[in-house]
């Protein structure tokens, strides 16, 4: 790796935990109170929760590794010709699934990946409402852990594919051509989730597939990827090569699904 093989990865994904534990702390004192709602420029809803979390997550990130850039959804304005150079920098989303914290359903995540080479090398999810904290770096695995319910670390192994696969699907997006991809793959049950919770629930075995068509940022992906490929899975594209980051000027993914059968056939949904 580049910039990261001064650094020990999993000193570095332990480190982001614990940045990740004290910005859901200040996402759960707005949740528990009553907070104000603006727009982003793209309509999608913003809170005080997203604005706390992102400043301790930046400011801690930028202690932790002074050397590193950091790109968070909440200060992406960042110039192409600049993040071109970047081998390795931190990709965050300091309140992913802003939409269920509105509705208060408790499905959201703060979200903190590296970024090395284009790959996620390490990743970070963690659910305030539950206290979950899901921990992967490259080469050592994908760890859930709850240090509030001081519960050991668990190590997450996908699971094989089954004849009818459980589908964690979106809560807030879905369409017409979604169903029938997966009309495509044979039966099937879908469990709404909101976040990179579904991420999560296809790393722990306990889902099989998320499908996404429609536009999502590389924030959003990049710790869940992570999580999930240390774990057994893949996320890939709809032509079947894995999601890469900071590799070409938008920050808008395309149509992806992630899968916890990496070695299964999931060609009925790549593109012809």
Known sequence: M??????????????????????????????????AVESKDDRSPLTEADLAANRIIVAAL???????????????????????????????????????????NGEFTVNIALIDAHEPVIGVVQTPVSGDLACAWRGGGAWLSNPAAALVPRRLHTRSRPSSLVVAGSRSHASEREAQMLALLGPSEKVPLGSSLKFLR????????????????E??????????????????????????????????????????????????????
């Open 219 to 272: 924030w959003d992906t990049a710790a869940g990827q992570c999580v999930l490929e240390e774990a057994g899975g893949a996320v890939r594209d709809l032509h079947g090569q894995p999601l890469r980051y900071n590799a070409r000027e938008s920050l808008i993914n395309g149509d992806f699904f992630a899968v916890g059968a990496r070695d299964a056939d999931w060609s009925a949904l790549h593109m012809s």
């Open 202 to 217: 296809i790393a722990a075995g306990e889902a099989d597939l998320y499908l996404r068509l429609g536009p999502t940022s």
């Open 62 to 104: 930028r202690v932790l590794t002074p050397e590193l850039p950091v790109l968070s959804e909440e200060s992406a304005a960042v110039a192409w010709s600049e993040r071109s150079q970047w081998p390795c920098y931190w990709l965050v989303d300091p309140l992913d699934g802003t939409r269920e914290f509105v509705k208060r």
């Open 2 to 35: 580049s910039a990261v093989d001064r650094g020990d990865l999993r000193a570095l994904a332990q480190a982001a935990g614990e940045i990740a534990q004290r910005a859901a702390q200040a996402i759960l004192e707005v949740y528990e109170s009553e907070f």
